[in-house]
T-cell receptor, first 113, second 112 residues
């Protein structure tokens, strides 16, 4: 499977601040996604990170709150902006490809205080 | 109605027990079905996937799909304490988008 490196692995942030999460893949991938996993909940897709164009957001998620960059086929960032305690979650990067199916990073555990 | 529903548990069994984990789904067009395992503080890892109806076996794990009932199951034989994790069923959404729709996840504890 593809190897995904996600940084930071965890962080504690003050409300009103922003955090940028990085996702680096060891090979070029076409499809890259960002998911959120709230405490005790399942995974919910935030957006599809598109290389060279704006991300495609799911219902309930907006670019101003979760800006995403995808400058090339191996790297993406997700920013959680103007954070509130409700943003405390695990944020996961995921990629999909024919050779390795659906693979997830280890996640970023965010706590907003 | 959620597209994929899963009993969140938690489920606690003794070592050696047979475990049955289940999900239901609403869209009869779904073709691929996956099971992920997620250990605490880790990302989900793909455990098994199946296509269409029938059974698929991999060691102590068996994935079963009943498309007529829109019901998928994961069976774990001879469960071990190392199987203690959260198990999530997942189904690819619209074709060619790469998006996964997840069940809520069932937390399993296997006691020695």
């Amino acid at each position: 499977s593809a190897v995904i490196s996600q940084k930071p692995s965890r962080d504690i942030c003050q409300r009103g601040t922003s955090l940028t999460i990085q996702c680096q893949v060891d090979s070029q991938v076409t499809m890259m996604f960002w998911y959120r996993q709230q405490p005790g909940q399942s995974l919910t897709l935030i957006a599809t990170a598109n290389q060279g164009s704006e991300a495609t957001y799911e219902s309930g998620f907006v670019i101003d709150k979760f800006p995403i960059s995808r400058p090339n086929l191996t790297f993406s960032t997700l920013t959680v902006s103007n954070m509130s305690p409700e943003d405390s979650s695990i944020y996961l990067c995921s990629v999909v490809g024919e050779r390795y199916g659906y693979t997830f990073g280890s996640g970023t555990r965010l706590t907003v205080v | 109605q959620k597209e994929v529903e899963q009993d969140p548990g938690p489920l606690s069994v003794p070592e050696g027990a047979i475990v049955s984990l289940n999900c239901t789904y609403s869209n009869s067009a779904f073709q691929y079905f996956m099971w992920y395992r997620q250990y605490s503080r880790k990302g989900p890892e793909l455990l098994m996937y199946t296509y269409s109806s029938g059974n698929k076996e991999d060691g102590r794990f068996t994935a079963q799909v009943d498309k007529s009932s829109k019901y998928i199951s994961l069976f774990i034989r001879d469960s071990q304490p190392s199987d203690s994790a959260t198990y999530l069923c997942a189904i690819p959404g619209s074709s060619n988008t790469g998006k996964l729709i997840f069940g809520q996840g069932t937390t399993l504890q296997v006691k020695p």
